[in-house]
């Protein structure tokens, strides 16, 4: 049974925090407002499609926008988009007739995506204003750029500043719509805010600096996979960008801890031509018109006029949660070669104060043109992601939809289609992911982080493993949360912990359902790794540069390459077991998502499920792959706490077997492989 606690305290604290933000930082009525701000009342078919109206409707209006230029994504019409998302659900569910038939992008396009001819109609419409316009084989999304004057012809609509969560940022001023009907079914980064965050935390305990390689490949048993043979080799791990890194930090990560490091390779997103070995069931007439999308630019020592995610000509700083995640993935799967995706659009200038100094955005704020490229690909065998927004949050922004469809879901389905595991940060707020819009701090309500808690991914959270200097365990393991850290800035909004919760958006899948007696909405975490900053792994930045640092990090934003870079692990075995790599298609060793197979190996234990003769059937027991996590939870104090402070919406607890702040435990490595493929490791 899973661990739900609600706080009388926090529950109370939740109904007056949104009291006090009733009536503050929403639009002026409608009645008020300059002609220009009215809503839209033409035919309905021209603007029937969702583009951030919800997220617009808490933010405070500023005045008249001018900016450079902009892109965006569009969502066409998908031929069968709920098809596509059981999909990815049957193709990872072992007691499925289609159980590891996995497809290639061009084969969910055929199958799932839009119409050739709507993928075509839209694309042409756009271009025909000018404006720059690419797309993917898998037909789901074209990334749309131009200038101001082009959004406002193509929309019919003017832009103005907008302010929530202290982001300004460009949004329509009245409800954007075509010139004629189109088949769109939503438009994101029209309402130009970043909605998500990244969850790197930068501990401030200057007397520990870290864990190296050598002491997480021990105490979590990456080193006892390696010393079998599985070390990664010829698996690809995806890092999905959140903003620039520097090409030396990972090799001088590697001397400095006398580590052995995979290689990383920067991968731009670029729409993807059709050609012979796509089968020329490419984008078609849309790659003629040219997209803004291009290779990033090289990063600068830390410096001021620009962002790593909003370069300048002159400043580029690497960010900090890039270098975690490759870092980490990378020496931790030293055999395996790490995909760095990172979007570059030189057509996106709109969050800039001075446009002039704009180069174009990059990273976390385009961060659906790198996953579009990674399912376009079909390389990565295993994704990390580690940033998130709470859920009613990305619903208000468009991305995704409140019964569980949009951009969002359809990426990730996409991805565990192709047989591709992604693993996706729970989270450092705690229960509480969600923003106040008026402060940007986390409201003191219980709302998980999406994209963690997607069916289609594994959901990472965080715990405190102490460790001595081979990586021997000191004590408990126990969940990462205000009672066991040190870290982080002293903030409520990056001093809380382990993400989790239960979804208020998606049911719980048949795994987890079937898995975890009482469980009916999706509960996250999955599983969980270390991310405690006072028990975190060590971070190297800016290696080629004056003030080159090294120091404490932590965060989920490091438990989930920890995870991705594990998996790595068990699809080397995989590959290497005739038994095991049989999945159809260029992949045989992929397995998909994960999940139907950690909670198959939970449920013998706690539920006494079995898959059958014909499903899967674990190689190990439960207790012997997973370290239960039993002492903790995610409640956190208020901002400024005092001796008499009580936490606020902190739902769960950490105690025997499944639990919303570490999943199903924490894996070990050698025995995860046993588990998955039966391969036997020390």
């Excluded at 404006?131 to 750029?145: D, F, I, K, N, T």
């Excluded at 102490?466 to 040190?486: C, E, F, H, R, S």
Aim: charged residues 10%.
């Amino acid at each position: 049974m899973s661990k739900m606690r609600i706080l009388m305290p926090a529950v109370a604290a939740a109904v007056l925090v949104l009291a006090a933000c009733g009536g503050k930082g929403g639009l002026p009525a409608a009645s008020t407002l300059p002609a220009a701000l009215q809503p839209y009342t033409g035919p309905q078919a021209l603007a029937d499609f969702t583009w951030g109206q919800a997220y617009l409707a808490e933010s405070q209006y500023l005045g008249p926008a001018t900016f450079g230029s902009l892109s965006v994504n569009v969502l066409v019409r998908m031929r069968d988009e709920r098809g596509l998302l059981a999909y990815a659900q049957a193709a990872s569910d072992p007691a499925s007739p289609v159980y590891r038939h996995f497809l290639t992008p061009q084969e969910i396009g055929a199958r799932f995506g839009a119409s050739q001819s709507d993928y075509n109609a839209v694309a042409n419409y756009f271009a025909a204003h000018g404006m720059g316009v690419g797309g993917w084989p898998q037909r789901e999304a074209l990334v749309v750029s131009g200038t101001q004057a082009q959004f406002e012809a193509a929309f019919g609509t003017k832009f103005g500043f907008y302010r929530r969560a202290g982001q300004t940022f460009v949004a329509p001023v009245q409800a954007p719509h075509f010139s004629q009907p189109l088949p769109v079914t939503s438009v994101t980064h029209l309402v130009a805010a970043t909605i998500a965050r990244s969850y790197l935390i930068r501990a401030s305990n200057t007397s520990f600096a870290g864990y190296s390689p050598a002491q997480i490949a021990n105490g979590f048993d990456y080193s006892g996979a390696w010393s079998a043979g599985f070390d990664g080799t010829g698996i690809d791990i995806g890092i999905i960008g959140t903003g620039p890194i520097s090409s030396a930090d990972v090799p001088e990560y590697g001397k400095l801890f006398k580590a052995r490091e995979a290689t990383v390779t920067l991968v731009p997103a670029s729409p993807q031509p059709a050609s012979t070995p796509n089968g020329n069931t490419g984008t078609g007439s849309v790659d003629p018109h040219p997209n803004g999308l291009a290779t990033p630019p090289p990063v600068t020592d830390t410096c001021s006029g620009g962002t790593s995610e909003a370069p300048s000509a002159t400043c580029n700083p690497e960010d900090g949660e890039a270098q975690l995640d490759t870092e980490q993935a990378a020496s931790l799967a030293p055999g395996a070669s790490v995909l760095f995706y990172l979007a570059f659009n030189t057509l996106d200038c709109s969050y800039i104060g001075a446009p002039s100094t704009c180069v174009g955005a990059q990273g976390l704020a385009i961060a659906d043109d790198e996953i579009q490229q990674a399912i376009a690909d079909d390389t990565a065998d295993a994704i990390s992601l580690s940033y998130g927004g709470g859920e009613s949050n990305t619903i208000g922004g468009g991305y995704l939809n409140s019964n569980g469809t949009g951009i969002g879901p359809t990426e990730f389905a996409s991805l565990a289609a192709e047989g591709i595991a992604v693993f996706v940060s729970s989270g450092d707020t705690g229960a509480e992911s969600c923003q106040d819009p008026n402060t940007g701090a986390p409201l003191a309500q219980p709302c998980v982080s999406y994209p963690a808690s997607d069916p289609s991914v594994v959901g990472v959270g965080g715990v405190n493993a102490p460790m001595d200097n081979t990586g021997k365990l000191l004590g408990d393991i126990t969940a990462w949360a205000d009672q066991t850290t040190g870290g982080g800035d002293g903030s409520f909004a990056n001093n809380v912990g382990s993400g989790g919760g239960v979804s208020g958006v998606f049911t719980a899948p048949a795994w987890q359902a079937k898995n975890v007696p009482g469980v009916t909405m999706r509960e996250v975490p999955d599983l969980a790794l270390m991310a405690d900053p006072a028990t975190g792994p060590a971070l190297l930045m800016n290696a080629n540069f004056k003030d080159a640092g090294i120091g404490p990090s932590g965060g989920t934003s490091a438990a989930a390459p920890e995870a991705a870079a594990m998996w790595a692990l068990v699809l080397d075995a995989c590959k290497a077991s005739p038994s095991c790599a049989t999945a159809s298609g260029p992949h045989p060793y992929r397995l998909g998502n994960p999940d139907p197979l950690i909670y198959a190996i939970y449920g013998q234990a706690y539920a006494g499920t079995t898959g059958g003769p014909s499903a899967f059937t674990p190689g190990l027991p439960y207790a012997q792959v997973f370290y239960d996590v039993l002492y903790g939870n995610n409640a956190a104090l208020p901002p400024n706490p005092t001796p008499s402070s009580t936490p606020i919406a902190g739902c769960c607890l950490a105690g025997p077997g499944y639990d919303e702040v570490t999943g199903l435990g924490v894996p070990f490595a050698g025995h995860l492989i046993q588990g998955i493929t039966g391969t036997k490791a020390p």
